[in-house]
Each structure stands twice: as structure tokens, then as C-alpha cells.
Nanobody, 125 residues
């Protein structure tokens, strides 16, 4: 079992920045890859970013490439999503998720086993 708890969401004006955090507990943190997904009202959940177990491979959705950065800190059992130059279309509930094995790059939410409760990000004009 893996427990995931997100934090760091909030409201920000367009062009601003936020950092989301996801604290993991349960299985050894280094054994799984982590992903961030988001869901806007009335829309399906979409992939945002993923990072492999050792941070050696990161993948981003085209819509956030160059603006968002995913990274992980094994000492803190946490994964982060640094979001810059935020746009109103980034408004959504953001979820972190864990998948095994940790060396695979997975962009489909169906491949992730464990999910956090989500944190709201609202970007205003």
C-alpha cells in the first residue's frame, strides 16, 4: 500500500507560480514512479508529468512543457510539481499518483495504482 497526500494548491494570477507537493508513505519511495494528473470541471482527467524512480526520466504533457517541472526528493519521500507562467487553462484539481515498477514511463492514468486526494489550483486573469 502507498498513501499519497498532496498540498500546495491555491489561487494565483496568470503568470504566477505555485509548487505542489506530494508526500508518500508505505512502500519504499524509490520503488515506484510518480505522476501528476489534473482534472478541470467538466473535463476528463489528463496527464501532466511523470518521473521515474531515480528521477532519471521525466516526461511532460505538451501543454505544460517548458512551464512545469517535476522532481522528487527521496530524503523527504516526496514528489513536487513546480508550476510557472500559469495560465487560466491550468485551473484544475491536481492529483499525484504512484505506479510500479519504478523505471517505466507511464502517461495513462489507468496504469497508476495509488492516488492522492487532490489539491485545487485556480488561475485567474
Amino acid at each position: 500500500q502507498v498513501q499519497l497526500v498532496e498540498s500546495g494548491g491555491g489561487s494565483v494570477q496568470a503568470g504566477g507560480s505555485l509548487r505542489l507537493s506530494c508526500a508518500a508513505s508505505g512502500r519504499p519511495f524509490s520503488s515506484y514512479a510518480m505522476g501528476w494528473f489534473r482534472q478541470a470541471p467538466g473535463k476528463e482527467r489528463e496527464f501532466v508529468a511523470t518521473i521515474t524512480w531515480n528521477g532519471g526520466n521525466t516526461t511532460y504533457a505538451d501543454s505544460v512543457k517548458g512551464r512545469f517541472t517535476i522532481f522528487r526528493n527521496h530524503a523527504k519521500n516526496s514528489v513536487y510539481l513546480q508550476m510557472s507562467n500559469l495560465k487560466p487553462e491550468d485551473t484544475a484539481v491536481y492529483y499525484c499518483a504512484a505506479t510500479f515498477p519504478g523505471h517505466l514511463v507511464r502517461v495513462s492514468g489507468h496504469d497508476y495504482t495509488y492516488w492522492g486526494q487532490g489539491t485545487q489550483v485556480t488561475v485567474s486573469t
